[in-house]
């Protein structure tokens, strides 16, 4: 990216300083019923950590955000907080003057002071209950391995790129979360003893069955949905019809260095429309700006009051000078005599209207890939290509002893939601190990 776009766009994400965090945590009331805690999805016992906060206690809060997440610096910047935790909080509610308490800034401070002071170690139990394979290493699969190898279990995770992360390294801008904070996380989950194969992709390099023959007791799928949907419009084969998941990807890719900027499918000076608006749509648009494309449009069929994007996510775009056409929608790629994108009909309030640009970034879902799950036919998955799984044990698919949960399992959401369905996976997987082992088989 260029200089001029780094200037304008840098300050994303200011963390609290040391005075300003301990302040912030002195103004929690420390509730009684907790509203805040409620609102997480994994119950992060919020009023405890950030009381030790206050008293200056880092360690200890470090150790009560451990007790729940093993991601606390990601959750902590890219959680919807508004919607969760920050959006419960009582003194928010009380007064339209207060604000409610900056949570997740507090937990990113905990988490980066923490790493900055190596505060704590993890105690790293023996690895005597059983060996488990978790396939990819996004949210939920960092989870899981973390939480089983907290339990004493030997844990091998599988992932496709050339280092582990998942969409949490290729899928979110460095500018919402930084990737050292990411490569800091997958670190201190090996210093539990897990080991990462990367550059392996399950269904093609390595099957179920012979993660089975190797030893394994239980196998995690918790790969995603890798597969983007399509907009099925005339002329989708246009050049200049990218998907958003390939071009952040792509970003992510030229700021490690690993390519060349001119591999970038958004080039300065295009106008670049945007069709969707969800936090990827939020995600491409504002990574779009900051790559140098001249103007940017989200486009959405639904009115602003409907958009799944989070709030947060929206101020951010519009901040940043992202334009929005509500109610709007695309009806046919329009290409010039080369063959290449020169703009998209479109049809607002019964009129319709060609609106120029030379890229089009599709940012309306996903899916999962269909990998595995062709090489495991045991496995069952519904009409839309989710994995089928059991309440007990809870997670179980349709083949015994292989598990799966996150997106693959419950259609695409945030971190933190995948990250909660992970850790009810983590206490089936436990069960079913050890009724196992206890049974000889």
Same mark, same amino acid.
């Given at each position: 990216?260029?200089?001029?776009?780094?200037?304008?766009?840098?300050?994303?994400?200011?963390?609290?300083?040391?005075?300003?965090?301990?302040?912030?945590?002195?103004?929690?009331?420390?509730?009684?019923?907790?509203?805040?805690?409620?609102?997480?999805?994994?119950?992060?016992?919020?009023?405890?950590?950030?009381?030790?906060?206050?008293?200056?206690?880092?360690?200890?809060?470090?150790?009560?955000?451990?007790?729940?997440?093993?991601?606390?610096?990601?959750?902590?910047?890219?959680?919807?907080?508004?919607?969760?935790?920050?959006?419960?909080?009582?003194?928010?509610?009380?007064?339209?003057?207060?604000?409610?308490?900056?949570?997740?800034?507090?937990?990113?401070?905990?988490?980066?002071?923490?790493?900055?002071?190596?505060?704590?170690?993890?105690?790293?139990?023996?690895?005597?209950?059983?060996?488990?394979?978790?396939?990819?290493?996004?949210?939920?699969?960092?989870?899981?391995?973390?939480?089983?190898?907290?339990?004493?279990?030997?844990?091998?995770?599988?992932?496709?790129?050339?280092?582990?992360?998942?969409?949490?390294?290729?899928?979110?801008?460095?500018?919402?979360?930084?990737?050292?904070?990411?490569?800091?996380?997958?670190?201190?989950?090996?210093?539990?003893?897990?080991?990462?194969?990367?550059?392996?992709?399950?269904?093609?390099?390595?099957?179920?069955?012979?993660?089975?023959?190797?030893?394994?007791?239980?196998?995690?799928?918790?790969?995603?949905?890798?597969?983007?949907? @399509? %907009?099925? $419009? =005339?002329?989708?084969?246009?050049?200049?019809? +990218?998907? &958003?998941?390939?071009?952040? #990807?792509?970003?992510?890719?030229?700021?490690?260095?690993?390519?060349?900027?001119?591999?970038?499918?958004?080039?300065?000076?295009?106008?670049?429309?945007?069709?969707?608006?969800?936090?990827?749509?939020?995600?491409?648009?504002?990574?779009?700006?900051?790559?140098?494309?001249?103007?940017?449009?989200?486009?959405?069929?639904?009115?602003?009051?409907?958009?799944?994007?989070?709030?947060?996510?929206?101020?951010?775009?519009?901040?940043?000078?992202?334009?929005?056409?509500?109610?709007?929608?695309?009806?046919?790629?329009?290409?010039?005599?080369?063959?290449?994108?020169?703009?998209?009909?479109?049809?607002?309030?019964?009129? @319709? %209207?060609? $609106? =120029?640009?030379?890229?089009?970034?599709?940012? +309306?879902? &996903?899916?999962?890939?269909? #990998?595995?799950?062709?090489?495991?036919?045991?496995?069952?998955?519904?009409?839309?290509?989710?994995?089928?799984?059991?309440?007990?044990?809870?997670?179980?698919?349709?083949?015994?002893?292989?598990?799966?949960?996150?997106?693959?399992?419950?259609?695409?959401?945030?971190?933190?939601?995948?990250?909660?369905?992970?850790?009810?996976?983590?206490?089936?997987?436990?069960?079913?190990?050890?009724?196992?082992?206890?049974?000889?088989?």
């Amino acid at each position: 990216m260029n200089n001029h776009s780094e200037e304008k766009y840098e300050n994303e994400n200011i963390p609290f300083t040391m005075l300003e965090a301990i302040n912030e945590a002195k103004r929690c009331l420390r509730c009684k019923v907790p509203m805040c805690k409620k609102g997480c999805p994994i119950e992060n016992d919020i009023p405890d950590f950030i009381h030790a906060l206050s008293k200056g206690n880092f360690g200890e809060a470090r150790s009560i955000l451990a007790a729940k997440t093993n991601l606390p610096a990601v959750c902590g910047r890219v959680c919807p907080h508004e919607k969760q935790c920050e959006g419960n909080c009582v003194l928010g509610k009380k007064s339209k003057k207060a604000e409610g308490i900056k949570i997740g800034k507090l937990e990113q401070f905990v988490a980066d002071f923490d790493y900055d002071m190596n505060l704590i170690r993890e105690h790293i139990p023996p690895k005597t209950r059983g060996n488990v394979a978790v396939i990819g290493s996004g949210p939920a699969g960092l989870t899981v391995a973390g939480d089983l190898a907290h339990m004493g279990f030997n844990v091998t995770v599988y992932e496709a790129e050339n280092e582990p992360g998942g969409i949490l390294l290729y899928g979110i801008p460095e500018f919402r979360l930084p990737k050292d904070v990411v490569r800091r996380e997958t670190k201190r989950i090996a210093e539990l003893g897990v080991s990462y194969i990367t550059n392996t992709i399950v269904g093609q390099d390595i099957t179920i069955y012979q993660m089975f023959e190797k030893g394994f007791d239980a196998i995690f799928i918790g790969t995603g949905t890798a597969l983007s949907k @399509e %907009l099925n $419009i =005339p002329n989708k084969d246009l050049r200049g019809v +990218i998907q &958003s998941h390939y071009f952040l #990807r792509m970003v992510a890719l030229y700021n490690d260095q690993k390519l060349n900027k001119k591999e970038i499918p958004v080039s300065e000076g295009e106008s670049v429309l945007v069709i969707g608006a969800g936090n990827v749509a939020m995600d491409a648009s504002r990574t779009a700006l900051r790559v140098g494309a001249k103007n940017v449009t989200v486009i959405s069929r639904s009115g602003q009051e409907d958009m799944p994007a989070s709030k947060f996510e929206y101020d951010g775009a519009v901040t940043d000078g992202v334009k929005f056409m509500w109610n709007t929608t695309p009806i046919e790629y329009i290409g010039n005599e080369k063959g290449r994108l020169a703009g998209l009909k479109v049809e607002v309030n019964g009129n @319709e %209207l060609i $609106i =120029p640009c030379q890229k089009v970034l599709i940012a +309306i879902g &996903s899916k999962p890939a269909k #990998r595995i799950i062709s090489t495991t036919p045991e496995i069952e998955v519904n009409d839309a290509g989710y994995v089928i799984t059991k309440e007990r044990p809870y997670g179980m698919t349709t083949l015994k002893g292989v598990f799966a949960g996150g997106d693959v399992v419950h259609h695409p959401a945030t971190v933190v939601l995948a990250m909660k369905a992970a850790k009810k996976v983590v206490e089936g997987i436990s069960s079913y190990v050890d009724a196992k082992k206890l049974l000889g088989e």
